[in-house]
């Protein structure tokens, strides 16, 4: 039986870039555009034959702006997908858009292409707070992407929202989100993310020249909570750390990525997890278009130290955590073994817990655990 594998395409394009951005993604011509689009075509082409042996069950357009280039280049992807690769039968295909750069004509291309999951950039539903991050968009035009797509039978939407933006207020933030709950019907999904000042943005010189009024750290945290409460009541289960989702609307791509499950990315910076190899694309747009073929920068052989590692700070990112019969299949060797005392010591400070027993016993972080998930994480590192 062949294994799954996921495919991401990094489109590095925006009509302008956001104030608190450091994704790897500006501005191009329509040219330039096109030119990637088909270097991006000849690498996936070119690399298919390589991941033979497994069989396509999610694929993610990212960026940047994926809905910024012609909606005949996502449809060509798919087709060569098809063409070259083995597909589970229900594949997950996502695409990231956001409004004002998307209309009916795209939207019905990409139901053509197969896409049967949108994820929307929103961010804040108060049109205030988008001018403040440098959104192209208000609500108005998100709204009209909404309904349409509802209206072509996307049922299947992702929403992102931040919280802890400039000059923003709890009340402000938690309005925001019963918005977005109230559209009929509600998202499948919401990604809830704080803002973090990223150096070398915009935000971050602006922040270290005090020109920008954050939230407090007790605001951003009140934000956070009730992020969590609003949700649950709202029907919605926290399977990730930032996630939130309908029964079984669950991002399939992105719980790939905390199991490790074997993915490749195309195009520029694309990072690709293959058989316990981690290789990445280059991030230069020119060396890129001048050969596809060869965009590799940096691969490296992951030891059965690094595996162990990475199967647990990233499987402990779900709020399920990490099931000890998995841990002991991977690598022949228990978690408790390995790393008894660190559960122990957690479970003690009230930040892990066990659930369930025998070959359904599993390790997961409680709420508190949650909160500073990134200093639990850090003691499982083996090095």
């Not at 075509?41 to 497994?54: C, I």
């Not at 063409?83 to 139901?111: A, W």
């Amino acid at each position: 039986m062949k294994q799954n594998l996921e495919l991401y395409f990094h489109i590095p394009f925006c009509e302008r870039k956001c104030l608190y951005c450091d994704f790897l993604s500006a501005t191009a011509t329509e040219q330039t555009k096109e030119q990637y689009m088909e270097a991006l075509l000849t690498e996936l082409v070119g690399s298919a034959k390589q991941y033979a042996n497994k069989v396509v069950d999610t694929i993610f357009f990212g960026g940047g702006t994926p809905s910024v280039v012609d909606p005949i280049y996502i449809e060509r992807v798919m087709s060569a997908v098809r063409e070259h690769f083995s597909m589970t039968e229900q594949p997950e295909i996502t695409i990231e858009v956001n409004p004002g750069t998307v209309d009916r004509k795209k939207l019905l291309c990409y139901r053509r292409a197969g896409i049967n999951r949108l994820s929307i950039g929103l961010q804040s539903a108060n049109d205030d707070a988008l001018k403040r991050l440098g959104r192209i968009h208000t609500w108005a035009q998100f709204l009209e992407t909404y309904e349409t797509a509802r209206e072509l039978g996307f049922d299947n939407i992702n929403v992102d929202l931040m919280s802890a933006l400039p000059g923003q207020s709890v009340e402000e933030y938690t309005q925001g989100l019963e918005k977005v709950l109230a559209l009929t019907p509600p998202p499948e999904h919401i990604s809830a993310y704080s803002l973090i000042l990223e150096e070398g943005t915009p935000f971050y010189t602006m922040a270290q020249e005090g020109e920008l009024t954050f939230p407090s750290e007790e605001e951003d945290r009140a934000m956070y909570y009730l992020t969590g409460e609003i949700l649950a009541r709202a029907g919605y289960d926290r399977y990730e750390i930032s996630n939130y989702a309908r029964p079984g609307k669950e991002c399939r791509h992105n719980i790939g990525y905390w199991r490790r499950v074997n993915y490749i990315g195309y195009g520029i910076g694309a990072a690709s997890l293959w058989e316990d190899r981690r290789f990445q694309n280059t991030d230069q747009l020119t060396t890129y278009l001048k050969n596809p073929l060869d965009a590799r920068i940096s691969e490296e052989l992951l030891t059965k130290e690094d595996c162990m590692e990475e199967f647990l700070f990233l499987g402990l990112r779900l709020t399920r955590g990490v099931r000890l019969s998995d841990f002991i299949q991977n690598f022949g060797v228990s978690m408790e073994e390995l790393f008894g005392e660190v559960i122990e010591k957690n479970i003690a400070e009230g930040l892990l817990e066990r659930k369930g027993n025998g070959a359904e016993e599993w390790v997961c972080l409680t709420e508190r655990g949650l909160d500073v998930s990134n200093y639990v994480m850090a003691q499982f590192l083996l090095h």
